[in-house]
């Protein structure tokens, strides 16, 4: 154990002093571009080693070696980092404002898929573009959430003139747009944007940022690939599963536009980091798929006067809205207090159409850009609202921006950034909820209903998930009601109910209470239906006692049985 902690320490301090050396690389890559041409200078005592050993300038060292996907590896030490809903002045937008698709620190794998990258040396251009030349290595330990050091302060983008013979030929067909034309490509070129979250809005709109030619993209995500994130996370593909998604999402971006920088933060972001994150970027654009992370985002936009653009997406539906943007009403002015817990559904929870995501993550990189270009924001007073199903566009006017707001007010409270989980009552990190509704004594664990079903007590299983979800799987001796036909009162399900009852308690010695378990997919639906059958007339149902199953229907398969589908 002793040596084990020591070689825990002694790789502590070499990620530590590895750190420091890319610092000084940034501030030398800084120096050279604000005096000069880096590569100018490079050339020159690359040819003067070359007149000292009588070789001939063409005989400089070969620049073969190939990149690393993986972009600005000398950025690769994540942060210390990784909706809510409202009322926008219509039931519609305050509905519209729930939490998008997806969002502790995963582990560093290695990511050398480019072969080997040779030992040369970085070029200054590289460094200025973040990019260290080094081969990342792989973590031999594990890092414990938010105990990982942000990267050194990132140097400026180098300033620029104008454009080269190759960007032209690139950016050509934008470059054309009177709205956009030189001036606006130079300004995206020096511009920085902070993607928070890289899942399904975050990868449409990184990608889109990317071929336009965005100076430098900040990518934060706590989150590691999965196979479920594959129906709608574009940038992501089988052989990711398993990486951490900021640096997959680099990783393809960089196969995309190697010109760009692109910074991965793999971590949750945090209130004791973000600040400092947020400053270092021009634009941000939150991507998450939680209320906590998005107090987060736009108090800290607030506090370090960013712009902010924000999307959500679920089921068939989305949403967009530029925050605290030339005087426009921040998130807080909208929503000063978050929901309760029980009352937001994620994507794990209500689904999403992966289509709904890119519409909306192609409208904030749209946004991004505008305003990144000067053009300006067309959503710094309104809120863009999107249906799938019909097929529509809808714009809702917001309020402006509230003199007592907390954030953004005349007279703030929020001075700096607080406890946001405590605050919203849910975890930032979580990517399925799980609530605390009922005593423990109203709860049992799947290991403990799988003893009293092969003990065959004598009991009625009752599934409560949507008929969509019970269409996926399901136990078979389960009587499935959904959860809303209870809270409707439905008087067929409730006959329904009763009757199954009644024949379970022919199977008993009929003086003690029925047992009547509860499971949903995850263990939250379930606790909300057990204080219903709490309620329901003795007179009418007779002695029942309603518990529900913890972790649901999935903990079912990750626990007891392995072949139960996962969804």
Same mark, same amino acid.
């Given at each position: 154990?002793?040596?084990?902690?020591?070689?825990?320490?002694?790789?502590? *301090?070499?990620?530590?002093?590895?750190?420091?050396?890319?610092?000084?690389?940034?501030?030398?890559?800084?120096?050279?571009?604000?005096?000069?041409?880096?590569?100018?200078?490079?050339?020159?005592?690359?040819?003067?080693?070359?007149?000292?050993?009588?070789?001939?300038?063409?005989?400089?060292?070969?620049?073969?070696?190939?990149?690393?996907?993986?972009?600005?590896?000398?950025?690769?030490?994540?942060?210390?980092?990784?909706? #809510?809903?409202?009322?926008? *002045?219509?039931?519609?937008?305050?509905?519209?404002?729930?939490?998008?698709?997806?969002?502790?620190?995963?582990?560093?794998?290695?990511?050398?898929?480019?072969?080997?990258?040779?030992?040369?040396?970085?070029?200054?251009?590289?460094?200025?573009?973040?990019?260290?030349?080094?081969?990342?290595?792989?973590?031999?330990?594990?890092?414990?959430?938010?105990?990982?050091?942000?990267?050194?302060?990132?140097?400026?983008?180098?300033?620029?003139?104008?454009?080269?013979?190759?960007?032209?030929?690139?950016?050509?067909?934008?470059?054309?747009?009177?709205?956009?034309?030189?001036?606006?490509?130079?300004?995206?070129?020096?511009?920085?944007?902070?993607?928070?979250?890289?899942?399904?809005?975050?990868?449409?709109?990184?990608?889109?940022?990317?071929?336009?030619?965005?100076?430098?993209?900040?990518?934060?995500?706590?989150?590691?690939?999965?196979?479920?994130?594959?129906?709608?996370?574009?940038?992501?593909?089988?052989?990711?599963?398993?990486?951490?998604?900021?640096?997959?999402?680099? #990783?393809?971006?960089?196969?995309?536009?190697?010109?760009?920088?692109?910074?991965?933060?793999?971590?949750?972001?945090?209130?004791?980091?973000?600040?400092?994150?947020?400053?270092?970027?021009?634009?941000?654009?939150?991507?998450?798929?939680?209320?906590?992370?998005?107090?987060?985002?736009?108090?800290?936009?607030?506090?370090?006067?960013?712009?902010?653009?924000?999307?959500?997406?679920?089921?068939?539906?989305?949403?967009?809205?530029?925050?605290?943007?030339?005087?426009?009403?921040?998130?807080?002015?909208?929503?000063?207090?978050?929901?309760?817990?029980?009352?937001?559904?994620? !994507?794990?929870?209500?689904?999403?159409?992966?289509?709904?995501?890119?519409?909306?993550? !192609?409208?904030?990189?749209?946004?991004?850009?505008?305003?990144?270009?000067?053009?300006?924001?067309?959503?710094?007073?309104?809120?863009?609202?999107?249906?799938? @199903?019909?097929?529509?566009?809808?714009?809702?006017?917001?309020?402006?921006?509230?003199?007592?707001?907390?954030?953004?007010?005349?007279?703030?409270?929020?001075?700096?950034?607080?406890?946001?989980?405590?605050?919203?009552?849910?975890?930032?990190?979580?990517?399925?909820? #799980? @609530?605390?509704?009922?005593?423990?004594?109203?709860?049992?664990?799947?290991?403990?209903?799988? *003893?009293?079903?092969?003990?065959?007590?004598?009991?009625? @299983?009752?599934?409560?998930?949507?008929?969509?979800? #019970?269409?996926?799987?399901?136990?078979?001796?389960? @009587?499935?009601?959904?959860?809303?036909?209870?809270?409707?009162?439905?008087?067929?399900?409730?006959?329904?109910?009763?009757?199954?009852?009644? *024949?379970?308690?022919?199977?008993?010695?009929?003086?003690?209470?029925?047992?009547?378990?509860?499971?949903?997919?995850?263990?939250?639906?379930?606790?909300?239906?057990?204080?219903?059958?709490?309620?329901?007339?003795?007179?009418?149902?007779?002695?029942?006692?309603?518990?529900?199953?913890?972790?649901?229907?999935?903990?079912?398969?990750?626990?007891?049985?392995?072949?139960?589908?996962?969804?």
């Amino acid at each position: 154990m002793a040596g084990a902690a020591a070689a825990a320490r002694l790789r502590a *301090e070499i990620r530590r002093r590895e750190r420091e050396l890319r610092g000084l690389r940034e501030r030398l890559a800084a120096e050279l571009a604000r005096g000069g041409t880096a590569e100018q200078e490079e050339d020159g005592e690359r040819g003067e080693a070359a007149r000292g050993a009588r070789q001939p300038a063409e005989a400089g060292p070969a620049r073969g070696d190939a990149e690393d996907e993986d972009g600005a590896r000398g950025m690769r030490e994540p942060s210390a980092a990784g909706q #809510a809903r409202g009322d926008a *002045e219509d039931e519609d937008a305050a509905r519209g404002v729930r939490q998008p698709s997806e969002a502790g620190p995963a582990r560093g794998d290695a990511e050398d898929e480019d072969g080997a990258r040779g030992a040369r040396q970085p070029s200054a251009a590289e460094l200025a573009r973040g990019d260290s030349g080094d081969a990342d290595e792989e973590d031999d330990d594990e890092e414990e959430e938010g105990a990982l050091d942000f990267p050194a302060e990132l140097p400026p983008l180098p300033a620029r003139s104008a454009l080269s013979a190759a960007e032209i030929l690139r950016y050509s067909r934008q470059l054309v747009l009177p709205e956009l034309g030189v001036r606006g490509q130079l300004r995206l070129a020096r511009s920085s944007v902070l993607v928070v979250g890289c899942g399904g809005l975050g990868c449409p709109l990184a990608q889109y940022l990317a071929a336009a030619g965005v100076g430098r993209l900040g990518l934060v995500d706590h989150d590691v690939v999965e196979t479920s994130n594959l129906q709608r996370q574009v940038l992501h593909g089988e052989a990711r599963r398993g990486r951490p998604k900021a640096r997959s999402a680099a #990783a393809a971006l960089r196969r995309l536009n190697s010109a760009v920088q692109y910074v991965p933060y793999r971590g949750a972001l945090r209130p004791r980091s973000a600040l400092r994150l947020v400053r270092q970027y021009d634009v941000v654009a939150d991507c998450s798929d939680n209320a906590a992370t998005r107090y987060l985002v736009s108090d800290a936009c607030v506090l370090a006067g960013k712009p902010l653009v924000s999307g959500s997406a679920l089921r068939l539906e989305g949403q967009l809205a530029v925050y605290n943007y030339r005087g426009g009403p921040c998130y807080r002015c909208l929503f000063p207090r978050p929901p309760p817990p029980d009352a937001v559904t994620n !994507c794990a929870d209500g689904g999403v159409l992966g289509p709904v995501t890119g519409v909306i993550g !192609c409208m904030q990189a749209l946004e991004v850009l505008k305003i990144a270009s000067g053009m300006g924001s067309s959503f710094g007073r309104c809120m863009l609202m999107f249906d799938g @199903l019909e097929g529509r566009f809808r714009h809702i006017q917001l309020r402006p921006r509230k003199a007592d707001c907390a954030a953004c007010g005349d007279s703030p409270s929020i001075t700096c950034l607080q406890d946001y989980e405590a605050f919203c009552g849910s975890s930032a990190t979580d990517k399925c909820r #799980a @609530l605390q509704l009922l005593p423990a004594g109203d709860r049992i664990s799947v290991q403990r209903y799988r *003893e009293l079903l092969e003990a065959r007590v004598p009991h009625l @299983l009752l599934d409560v998930r949507p008929p969509v979800e #019970a269409e996926i799987c399901r136990l078979p001796h389960a @009587l499935h009601i959904p959860l809303r036909k209870l809270e409707e009162k439905d008087q067929e399900s409730l006959q329904l109910l009763q009757s199954r009852i009644c *024949e379970e308690k022919q199977r008993t010695d009929g003086q003690t209470a029925l047992p009547v378990y509860v499971v949903c997919k995850l263990g939250n639906d379930s606790q909300k239906a057990v204080k219903i059958l709490q309620e329901l007339p003795a007179e009418e149902f007779g002695s029942v006692s309603a518990k529900d199953i913890k972790g649901g229907l999935m903990a079912w398969a990750t626990k007891i049985d392995s072949t139960f589908p996962q969804y």
